[in-house]
């Protein structure tokens, strides 16, 4: 996490009291500023580029456009930008709709207004913070295939990744060199002849090899 660089945050959200709410949470947080908020997806898309943020709040279930098909247009509009779902549904294939076409984090809305703001820091380091919930059910969701071509430790630094956790995290939780779990990283995308972690994510689940 960084201090000296205010992170810009838009809120997507029809539910004015829990718009309200984020707003307040987050504009209370060091070093995070809501820079716009918005009650339909329809709107946000007409505005949002104007407002450049770094990471988006995007709701799922909304009147209109929702967020899952909100997800690939704000994306096509600010492709840097990081979208975090909210939702109040676990249902698989949201889950997977949404991280397959470019979400960066999944949160249910009862997750604590602190790791709310956690996941914010978290997704601005590289991760793709999920609700223990949600994380259980990927995994849960994934049957390997022996077919597989990667070795047993880049499917466990590719399940590591499915559920979110950034390149240094995962370094530290296996206990090895940053540079060794990107040295990983490098064999997964060609093996799988992939460019990003979206894609190998996508081919992986697909083929399973996780």
Do not use: W
């Not at 997507?12 to 504009?27: A, G, H, P």
């Not at 997800?71 to 109040?88: D, F, G, R």
């Not at 809305?109 to 991760?127: D, F, H, L, Q, R």
């Amino acid at each position: 996490m960084t201090n000296t660089t205010n992170i810009k945050v838009s809120i997507i959200e029809d539910d004015q009291t829990i718009r309200e709410s984020y707003v307040f949470l987050i504009n209370n947080a060091k070093g995070i500023s809501v820079v716009s908020n918005y009650a339909t997806a329809e709107e946000a898309l007409k505005k949002i580029a104007n407002d450049a943020p770094d990471v988006i709040l995007l709701d799922i279930e909304m009147p209109g456009i929702s967020g899952l098909d909100a997800l690939p247009k704000l994306k096509k509009i600010l492709p840097e930008s990081y979208i975090l779902m909210l939702t109040v549904y676990e249902q698989a294939n949201h889950i997977f709709r949404a991280l397959g076409t470019g979400a960066s984090g999944y949160l249910t809305k009862n997750t604590s207004p602190e790791k709310i703001v956690a996941a914010i820091y978290e997704v601005m380091e590289g991760g793709g913070p999920m609700s223990a919930n949600i994380a259980r059910l990927v995994i849960s969701s994934f049957q390997r295939s022996d077919a597989s071509p990667l070795t047993r430790r880049e499917t466990e630094i590719l399940e590591h990744i499915a559920v979110g956790k950034s390149r240094k995290r995962i370094a530290e939780e296996l206990f090895i060199d940053l540079e060794t779990v990107k040295s990983h990283i490098k064999n997964i995308y060609q093996k799988l002849d992939v460019h990003s972690k979206e894609d190998a994510l996508k081919m992986a689940k697909e083929q399973k090899f996780i």
